[in-house]
């Protein structure tokens, strides 16, 4: 009985260790190097240096509308940087259990987004251009689209309960 509990505790605090541990790591902001001279700037970036995996497909989003929001999940595998390289955007990111907002208005800046967490993209300018460099090809089967089913896949896979 007393060791139940002894082990109760272990992971309880585990578990507690374990979400910081993710907090910590929810917003995971890149800065990239600029190269500038009397002629502007120039960033260059490049698979497994600035960016943290092989780059199989670019993507970018642009043309906007007022008050619109994107994307609205989560990916199974697919690891993404999200670059901001014209005006601006705020994404929203969420790991089932924390949730914290990015504003990306600086082009020489990424935002790492790793698989398994819920985004969200709102607050676009007007001239907002949003490159995003991706691990993987397009796979729809990859997307969660359902907040339930991602918080319940989170929970079963990280935390072992639903
Ligand atoms: C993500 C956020 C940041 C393709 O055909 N190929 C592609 O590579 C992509 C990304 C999209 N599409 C098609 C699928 C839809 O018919 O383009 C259309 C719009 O895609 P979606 O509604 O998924 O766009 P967002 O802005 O909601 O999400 C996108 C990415 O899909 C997603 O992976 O993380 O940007």
Same mark, same amino acid.
Request: hydrophobic fraction near 35%.
């Given at each position: 009985?007393?060791?139940?509990?002894? /082990?109760?505790?272990?992971?309880?605090?585990?578990?507690?260790?374990?979400?910081?541990?993710?907090?910590?790591?929810?917003?995971?902001?890149?800065?990239?190097?600029?190269?500038?001279?009397?002629?502007?700037?120039?960033?260059?970036?490049?698979?497994?240096?600035?960016?943290?995996?092989?780059?199989?497909?670019?993507?970018?989003?642009?043309?906007?509308?007022?008050?619109?929001?994107?994307?609205?999940?989560?990916?199974?595998?697919?690891?993404?940087?999200?670059?901001?390289?014209?005006?601006?955007?705020?994404?929203?990111?969420?790991?089932?259990?924390?949730?914290?907002?990015?504003?990306?208005?600086?082009?020489?800046?990424?935002?790492?987004?790793?698989?398994?967490?819920?985004?969200?993209?709102?607050?676009?300018?007007?001239?907002?251009?949003?490159?995003?460099?991706?691990?993987?090809?397009?796979?729809?089967?990859? /997307?969660?689209?359902?907040?339930?089913?991602?918080?319940?896949?989170?929970?079963?896979?990280?935390?072992?309960?639903?």
């Amino acid at each position: 009985m007393r060791v139940n509990r002894f /082990y109760r505790q272990v992971w309880q605090i585990n578990r507690e260790v374990t979400k910081l541990r993710d907090k910590d790591a929810l917003v995971k902001k890149y800065k990239f190097l600029p190269h500038g001279d009397s002629r502007g700037m120039l960033v260059a970036i490049e698979e497994n240096r600035e960016i943290p995996f092989d780059i199989k497909r670019v993507y970018y989003i642009y043309n906007t509308n007022d008050n619109i929001a994107r994307g609205f999940h989560a990916h199974r595998q697919l690891q993404q940087m999200l670059i901001c390289v014209h005006g601006s955007c705020k994404v929203v990111l969420d790991d089932g259990y924390n949730r914290e907002t990015v504003l990306l208005n600086d082009p020489s800046e990424g935002l790492y987004i790793a698989n398994d967490i819920w985004r969200e993209m709102y607050d676009f300018s007007t001239d907002a251009v949003l490159l995003v460099l991706a691990s993987e090809l397009y796979d729809e089967a990859d /997307y969660i689209r359902n907040y339930d089913d991602f918080r319940k896949m989170i929970s079963e896979k990280y935390y072992g309960e639903y």
